[in-house]
């Protein structure tokens, strides 16, 4: 792993500049990275790409108030005008209450992905039997696409308070829309096949199998599903699938913990957050089976890193305990403002952007169920594997999950019965609170690319669970 | 290094004969942004950038683009090289049937730079403080939002001939404000193409954002069940502007259309005409000609409510047997494709005062605000959005604040069911709609509005 050096240099030079300036802390993030991509419909060759990106972002801390520069020229003329104009726009902000980083980090570490085939060596050979591969398995759908772009960032992260970070993370960006067509009309699955990783992660994950698995599981969606007017007069039991409960965990409890929106610092865009209302560490919002994990320290998926943007050491956090809101997602400052520091959630995703709260792994602990012990007591319910629509207010207390691959369940027995677009619209208590059993197959089943920010950042993010079950849920589309 | 225009001669005069086209972009942009919460500013950014983006045919019908950032010559040649080697390891694209190439005269772009705009660098701050102060005034009690200004230039050429520049200013006002509650809030948005004159509009969005959070006060859970629905321009853009953008022939080739087989037909009603126009004043997706060079227009995509139109590039147009309507983009974050892609969605305006479009018989929510639309199935429009912000519930003459519910509907049947258009059009682009869309007001009949169940 190396980088080029004239961009550490630099870097180490901005911060050097910036202190110069004035300001009290400055941090400089070099960013290097490389895609090369391809793109196909319905099996044939649209286009390919290839792009080298380099660039640093700089933060300031000047007098309470927070700057940030980016330029993607490695020149230090460049580097000085942008700093010194953001310098200038920093001071004129005069917050009443100045931002606080809260006690000095200095770390000093290198880390990566640790991979076997580095994506850096993959030809576009390779690339293309992959992607032609894959495209079999999607025939006999009416549309499909797949894109595949192999990415490997390295960063150089350099502080005035002395942490100097060297990381590189390696990701294959993957992504699917299917459409089949059957009986009741067409369905529609978006498929986010994402690996963390080298390219031996192909194999390892089965991936050409996967794919296959879920082409079929859509044409026989399309063809099979029915709406079940039963399940709609009377509260069900739901089970659901570590895809379904990925989402959940992700968007019910991940993005409310992020400190920033508790304390309303995306409150014009992404938006504020439920928890604010509640006490950490007292307030119950689930049943005593639901613990939410969330920790960047697991290999091989998207939301793995050593040390965050902010040079702060990862470690694993816990969201909710046995449906105790137990502790918020920090970075510095609201780590500082919560009273508790940081625990390493800050996360920029390219060198133009801000390094702010993010999720990075975001799971429902493994309960002690094994799935036939969790379908065998259902009198009438339905198992949801999968979800296509989805949505949650910006508060993330009303959420909604339409199902994609769903089954009736009767009596105890998963049947063959189809059951169309299940609805779950419920609070995040009411759905928190229904759960009163986890399995203990957790999968992380749902990698996806988590929108935050202004301009967005688009963060790779694995989510994940064991099944779960709900009980006495009054299935949505009322109205 | 500021001869910009060179280094496009240099791409094309390196490249054209190694390659059967080559088209080479070079994009040099300044922007800042402000961002603020809780009434106070949370950080000032800025962000400088000189790219050099580049499509290349090689073999016939291999097609790649690269994009990267270059200080020198040497970089334009390396990057170059790179897109025609990387090119030419391609399989042939099956999306690709031309180019532009004739060489024709662009139309004239009118008040698309603000000549102030540096000046206005320095003041925004201050505007910002304006902006929440009348927010406050009006209501709020706590403010948020974000302040986008950008600054940029490009230059263009092609190895079949056209060429061109282009210099463009805009700005993006978003905010939100809220009352003590986070349930009781309201939005204002502004943008526009020149900041330095827009002072006025920006306060005005504080304004109406701290008015309606005041007015949400007291919201209550809203009932499910079947209503009319009052757009605001904000919604209007994001559930029904979003389709003249789909069509599109790639959305369409992918199943992310709807408008696949309605060519022709009657979609929404004989009072309604939305255009893709490229050439609309004061839009920010203005331009004068497209990534190929063909100069742009205005596309009538829906005329008196008929689908007439889709955009096409070369390679699209001549796949649908048509004429590229000059909507060329090399669109993609990661990679990059050249596809038709919408410009600015325009829609004719309509005649009925907001008052007008409020005095209803029938139960009617009045929808200021939302975000999160997501699609169970694009082809057929299936789809689910959440109102945020100020919702009313209009009971007589009674504004009745509401909240907590869901539109969950089919956008064609919404179309289809437009029951008066505002006289209110406004230029919409905020986090939640992309394509800039100039709409008004709407009302809509018989929406399907949803609610949690626990």
Same mark, same amino acid.
């Given at each position: 792993m190396s980088l080029v050096k004239d961009g550490k240099d630099l870097a180490d030079y901005c911060v050097e500049y910036g202190r110069r300036l004035g300001a009290t802390y400055v941090e400089a993030r070099y960013v290097r990275d490389t895609t090369r991509g391809l793109a196909y419909r319905n099996g044939q060759p649209v286009s390919g790409g290839f792009s080298p990106s380099t660039g640093i972002g700089v933060r300031i801390l000047v007098d309470g108030n927070m700057g940030f520069a980016s330029f993607d020229r490695l020149e230090k003329k460049l580097a000085e005008e942008s700093i010194s104009v953001v310098h200038k726009m920093t001071k004129t902000a005069k917050r009443k209450t100045p931002i606080d980083l809260g006690e000095p980090v200095a770390n000093r570490a290198k880390w990566d992905m640790k991979v076997k085939d580095s994506l850096r060596d993959i030809d576009i050979e390779s690339l293309m039997e992959l992607s032609d591969s894959v495209n079999k398995q999607m025939d006999g759908l009416v549309a499909f696409t797949f894109t595949i772009n192999p990415k490997v960032m390295d960063k150089y992260l350099v502080t005035s308070e002395g942490t100097q970070i060297e990381s590189q993370q390696s990701y294959i960006l993957m992504y699917s829309i299917l459409t089949a067509k059957g009986n009741g009309?067409?369905?529609?699955?978006?498929?986010?096949?994402?690996?963390?990783?080298?390219?031996?992660?192909?194999?390892?994950?089965?991936?050409?199998?996967?794919?296959?698995?879920?082409?079929?599981?859509?044409?026989?969606?399309?063809?099979?599903?029915?709406?079940?007017?039963? %399940? %709609?007069?009377?509260?069900? #039991?739901?089970?659901?699938g570590p895809e379904v409960a990925g989402i959940i965990a992700h968007e019910n409890v991940g993005h409310p913990s992020e400190g920033d929106r508790i304390m309303g610092r995306e409150g014009a865009q992404a938006g504020e957050s439920f928890w604010r209302d509640l006490k950490i560490g007292e307030s119950r919002v689930g049943s005593d089976v639901v613990s939410i994990g969330e920790d960047p320290t697991i290999p091989n998926t998207s939301g793995y890193y050593l040390y965050d943007d902010e040079g702060v050491k990862a470690r694993k956090r816990v969201l909710i305990k046995n449906g105790i809101l137990h502790e918020p997602l920090l970075n510095r400052e609201f780590g500082t403002r919560f009273g508790s520091g940081s625990n390493a959630a800050a996360r920029s995703v390219a060198y133009n952007r801000e390094p702010i709260i993010r999720m990075a792994n975001t799971y429902f602990e493994a309960g002690d169920h094994t799935f036939d012990e969790l379908i065998e007591d259902v009198k009438l319910g339905v198992y949801m594997r999968s979800f296509m629509e989805w949505n949650i207010d910006d508060r993330r207390y009303q959420s909604k999950y339409s199902g994609s691959e769903a089954y009736l369940i009767k009596n105890g027995e998963i049947t063959d019965t189809m059951v169309k677009r299940p609805?779950?619209?419920?609070?995040?208590?009411?759905?928190?609170?229904?759960?009163?059993?986890?399995?203990?197959?957790?999968?992380? #089943?749902?990698?996806?690319?988590?929108?935050?920010? #202004?301009?967005?950042?688009?963060?790779?993010v694995y989510a994940g669970g064991g099944e779960l079950r709900f009980r006495k849920i009054r299935l949505g589309g009322v109205g | 290094m500021n001869d910009y225009k060179a280094l496009v001669d240099y791409a094309i005069d390196y490249g054209k004969d190694k390659t059967d086209a080559i088209l080479a972009r070079v994009n040099v942009s300044s922007g800042s942004q402000i961002r603020f919460s809780q009434n106070a500013i949370d950080i000032s950014k800025r962000w400088e950038q000189l790219q050099l983006q580049l499509f290349a045919v090689v073999k016939g019908a291999k097609t790649g683009s690269t994009e990267r950032p270059i200080s020198s010559s040497d970089d334009v040649r390396d990057a170059v090289d790179d897109v025609i080697k990387f090119t030419g390891m391609l399989p042939d694209s099956q999306f690709y049937a031309g180019l532009e190439d004739t060489i024709q005269p662009y139309p004239k772009l009118k008040g698309e730079y603000d000549d102030k705009f540096d000046s206005f660098v320095e003041e925004a701050p201050q505007i910002i403080n304006s902006v929440v102060d009348s927010s406050l005034e009006a209501g709020a009690e706590r403010v948020a939002g974000a302040l986008r200004f950008d600054k940029a230039r490009f230059f263009f050429k092609s190895s079949h001939g056209p060429e061109g520049s282009g210099r463009r200013t805009f700005f993006e006002l978003s905010v939100r404000a809220f009352q003590e509650e986070l349930d009781f809030s309201g939005q204002g948005l502004s943008c526009g193409v020149k900041p330095s004159e827009s002072e006025r509009e920006m306060v005005r969005a504080g304004e109406k954002a701290g008015r309606l959070s005041k007015?949400?006060?007291?919201?209550?859970?809203?009932?499910?069940?079947?209503?009319?629905?009052?757009?605001?321009?904000?919604?209007?853009?994001?559930?029904?502007?979003?389709?003249?953008?789909?069509?599109?022939?790639?959305?369409?080739?992918?199943?992310?259309?709807?408008?696949?087989?309605?060519?022709?037909?009657?979609?929404?009603?004989?009072?309604?005409?939305?255009?893709?126009?490229?050439?609309?004043?004061?839009?920010?997706?203005?331009?004068?000609?497209?990534?190929?060079?063909?100069?742009?227009?205005?596309?009538?995509?829906?005329?008196?409510?008929?689908?007439?139109?889709?955009?096409?590039?070369?390679?699209?147009?001549?796949?649908?047997?048509?004429?590229?309507?000059?909507?060329?983009?090399?669109?993609?974050t990661s990679m990059k494709l050249l596809m038709p892609a919408s410009s600015n969605i325009v829609f004719e305006n309509g005649d009925h005062s907001i008052d007008e479009l409020l005095d209803v018989t029938r139960p009617t929510i009045h929808v200021t605000s939302n975000w999160y639309t997501r699609f169970q199935n694009q082809q057929s429009g299936e789809f689910s959005t959440i109102p945020r912000d100020a919702m009313f519930l209009v009971d007589g003459e009674e504004m009745k604040p509401i909240k907590n519910m869901r539109i969950s509907d089919n956008t064609m049947r919404m179309l289809s069911s437009i029951d008066a258009l505002g006289n209110d059009r406004t230029q919409v682009f905020w986090w939640e709609v992309r394509t800039p869309t100039v709409i008004p007001s709407m009302r809509i009949r018989d929406c399907r509005m949803t609610a949690a169940t626990q």
């Open positions: 009309g067409s369905e529609q699955r978006y498929l986010d096949l994402t690996l963390a990783g080298g390219w031996e992660r192909i194999k390892e994950t089965n991936l050409i199998d996967r794919v296959l698995d879920e082409v079929e599981r859509l044409k026989k969606t399309a063809t099979n599903a029915v709406k079940i007017e039963e %399940l %709609l007069n009377q509260p069900v #039991d739901m089970v659901v609805v779950m619209e419920t609070t995040s208590i009411g759905l928190l609170s229904a759960i009163d059993a986890v399995s203990k197959n957790l999968g992380f #089943d749902f990698p996806g690319t988590c929108g935050k920010g #202004d301009p967005s950042q688009g963060c790779p | 007015q949400a006060a007291g919201a209550v859970q809203g009932e499910p069940g079947k209503y009319d629905l009052v757009l605001s321009p904000t919604v209007a853009a994001d559930v029904i502007g979003s389709i003249p953008g789909l069509a599109n022939p790639m959305s369409i080739l992918i199943g992310a259309s709807p408008l696949g087989d309605k060519m022709g037909e009657q979609i929404a009603p004989n009072f309604v005409t939305a255009s893709d126009d490229a050439l609309y004043e004061g839009g920010l997706s203005s331009r004068a000609f497209d990534w190929e060079g063909t100069p742009c227009r205005t596309v009538k995509i829906i005329e008196n409510g008929v689908l007439k139109a889709l955009l096409h590039n070369t390679t699209t147009a001549r796949m649908f047997e048509s004429e590229t309507t000059g909507s060329s983009t090399l669109l993609g």
